[in-house]
């Protein structure tokens, strides 16, 4: 019998059991157990007193905010909710699980496929026996978009002439996996109070579709095959008010994910966050100072933003600046921003505020690239704001996206000659992140005027242009960059230890860039021994390796697992 008023949130940080690793981390080095040989972990490992020290796996392990936001939403509602972050065997969900649930909620904020969310619910439903799951988040919100926007017939004939089979896509398109037909389905921008109405449902027993259709937003599965849509309503959501009761949660992070607003009121055709809050709603200042006061009882002082782009305008990032400073929260942050936002007039209060790590898409050094992106911007704009920022002490990862239709050798010949005359030698510093273009549904390249005018065909990783394929971004022209690019690819949050004079940051990045190489030109274990030693004696205080170097395959991953060799899964897009 179930227990009545206990939930399972399941909102996994990382989906590596079933995909591996993805295409943009193809030129990071591992160590042994899988994690990132960033300088801070290899100094760790090297130098701590400690047998085991908490080694750091950068944003790939960061918990979603759903899970916390749900949880204390959900607590608040009076249920006995859990939230399970680490997916990466099931003891954690078995734990959980123990507590008889009325239902398990599984948030898909990083679930991208119905590939992916299969195998998850395969899994999922292994362990779970019959209680029922109901399945909500961004990827669900983008299927009913999808299904409104594209499925007349019209719309698939056309689609079709690029090599779209916009059914087969879409989850709620043609499915024939009965794995995929179980779920309830909450399809909405947001979609809490749409859970506790399918809960209360479910506590009184009522379960089947006929007893679910009376609740909005929701998509459910008919004996059929087909799906069936209740109607739309919006829920009562205000982003002054909803905030994680960070009181009321089992865990506090370690960088504590925190919302300033919803939406971005800019256009960038490879774009699809802006489909997800299509009207941009802005937290005030009192309310997120009011959330970050009370994560501040329970230790929290590093908060990442979570919203597609922090610096909506130069009033926003002056709002916000000065609310962090007034209130003399004394916090470090940091996010998605737009570099090309930050200026001679701003970077002060940046600096002082706490701002110390940005996560920004300059997606090419190309202008003629940028424009035919609608970015927005131009190289020279973000030059700025990258030279202020990493001058001031930020530590910024720039990502490209790489083969966006009009992309040529020319264009990547551009921005290469962009990253390498950026400023290497300054307080903080700027790494890069290749992503390959992955063409989403709904954005602006998606659009028929669009393909034709590149003659771009397919969608997500299976895209082919004029004048280039997803296989060459991928396997041409993302290595070359990498050998070509002297900014560190981006190895995560805490690479090197902030503490480093900047000229030992700059050398350990080049010995590590070495031995990446020789992974990457497969070179005998020998001449890897050589550049690994020549690393480990920069790294390491004398005293620990007087006994000698160790061998490379006692602290790195195996051959297979490394920069050369790794098959990636196609990812998402750069910001
Ligand atoms: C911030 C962010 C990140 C940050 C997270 C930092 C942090 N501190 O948490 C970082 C940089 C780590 C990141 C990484 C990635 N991200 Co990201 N990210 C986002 C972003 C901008 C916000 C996510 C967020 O936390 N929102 C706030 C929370 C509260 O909202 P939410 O998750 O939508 O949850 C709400 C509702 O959806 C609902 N809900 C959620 N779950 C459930 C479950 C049920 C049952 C119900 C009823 C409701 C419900 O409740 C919540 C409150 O309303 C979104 C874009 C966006 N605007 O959403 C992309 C987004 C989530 N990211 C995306 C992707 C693809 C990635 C990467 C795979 C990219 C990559 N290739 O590296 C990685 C994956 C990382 C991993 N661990 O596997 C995609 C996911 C696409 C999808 N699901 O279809 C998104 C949606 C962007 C996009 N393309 O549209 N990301
Ligand atoms: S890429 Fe960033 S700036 Fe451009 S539309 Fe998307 S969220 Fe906004």
Request: aromatic share 10%; glycine share 8%.
């Amino acid at each position: 019998m179930a227990h009545r008023r206990s939930v399972v949130i399941l909102a996994p940080n990382s989906f590596a059991r079933f995909l591996g690793s993805a295409v943009e981390s193809q030129f990071q080095l591992l160590l042994k157990d899988g994690v990132l040989a960033s300088l801070h972990n290899l100094d760790l490992l090297l130098n701590s007193p400690l047998k085991s020290p908490r080694l750091d796996n950068g944003f790939k392990e960061t918990n979603p905010m759903a899970g916390y936001y749900l949880e204390s939403f959900l607590r608040l509602q009076g249920y006995e909710a859990r939230t399970v972050f680490d997916w990466s065997d099931d003891s954690e969900l078995d734990n959980a699980l123990r507590s008889e649930p009325l239902a398990i909620a599984l948030s898909t904020t990083y679930i991208t496929d119905t590939e992916l969310l299969s195998r998850c619910l395969e899994s999922l439903r292994a362990r779970a026996g019959s209680v029922p799951i109901v399945v909500g988040g961004p990827f669900i919100w983008k299927q009913k978009i999808e299904l409104t926007r594209d499925h007349s017939p019209e719309r698939r004939t056309q689609m079709a002439r690029f090599g779209v089979d916009i059914l087969a896509d879409c989850l709620f398109g043609h499915c024939d996996r009965p794995i995929l037909q179980e779920p309830i389905y909450v399809a909405h921008e947001f979609g809490e109070h749409t859970l506790v109405r399918v809960l209360s449902k479910l506590a009184e027993g009522r379960s089947t579709t006929r007893e679910l259709v009376d609740i909005p937003n929701l998509v459910l599965a008919l004996d059929d095959g087909s799906w069936y849509v209740t109607p739309s309503a919006p829920e009562p959501v205000a982003i002054d008010e909803c905030y994680t009761r960070w009181d009321l949660v089992d865990d506090m992070p370690a960088m504590v994910p925190i919302r300033a607003s919803v939406g971005c009121p800019y256009r960038c055709r490879y774009c699809d966050f802006i489909e997800l809050h299509p009207t941009v709603i802005m937290r005030s200042a009192d309310s997120l100072a009011s959330e970050m006061e009370l994560a501040r009882t329970r230790g929290g002082r590093f908060f990442g933003f979570i919203d597609d782009n922090i610096f909506l305008s130069k009033k926003r990032i002056a709002q916000i600046t000065h609310t962090l400073l007034d209130r003399e929260l004394d916090v470090i942050w940091g996010g998605f921003f737009r570099v090309d936002r930050i200026d001679e007039a701003n970077i002060d209060d940046l600096a002082a505020s706490g701002c110390r790590f940005g996560l920004c898409g300059i997606e090419s050094g190309d202008d003629a690239q940028l424009k035919r992106m609608n970015k927005g911007c131009n190289r020279e704009e973000a030059r700025r704001g990258i030279e202020l920022a990493v001058a001031a002490g930020m530590n910024l990862n720039l990502s490209l996206l790489v083969g966006f239709p009009g992309e040529t050798d020319e264009t990547i010949g551009s921005t290469i000659e962009y990253l390498n005359s950026l400023p290497t030698a300054c307080r903080g510093f700027a790494s890069w992140l290749a992503y390959p273009f992955y063409l989403l549904p709904s954005t602006g390249a998606d659009e028929p005027d669009f393909r034709k005018e590149f003659r771009l065909t397919g969608r997500r990783a299976n895209w082919e242009h004029a004048t280039m394929s997803y296989a060459d971004a991928v396997g041409r022209w993302a290595p070359e960059m990498f050998r070509r690019i002297v900014l560190p690819y981006h190895y995560y949050a805490g690479d090197a230890p902030r503490w480093w004079p900047v000229a030992r940051r700059e050398e350990g990045f080049a010995l590590r860039r070495r031995l990446t190489e020789g992974f990457l030109d497969r070179l005998p274990s020998g001449e890897i021994q050589e550049r690994f030693a020549a690393l480990i004696r920069f790294l390491a205080e004398r005293e620990r390796i007087e006994g000698g170097v160790p061998h490379w395959n006692e602290l790195l991953a195996e051959r297979g697992k490394q920069p050369g060799e790794r098959a990636g899964y196609g990812g998402a897009f750069s910001q």
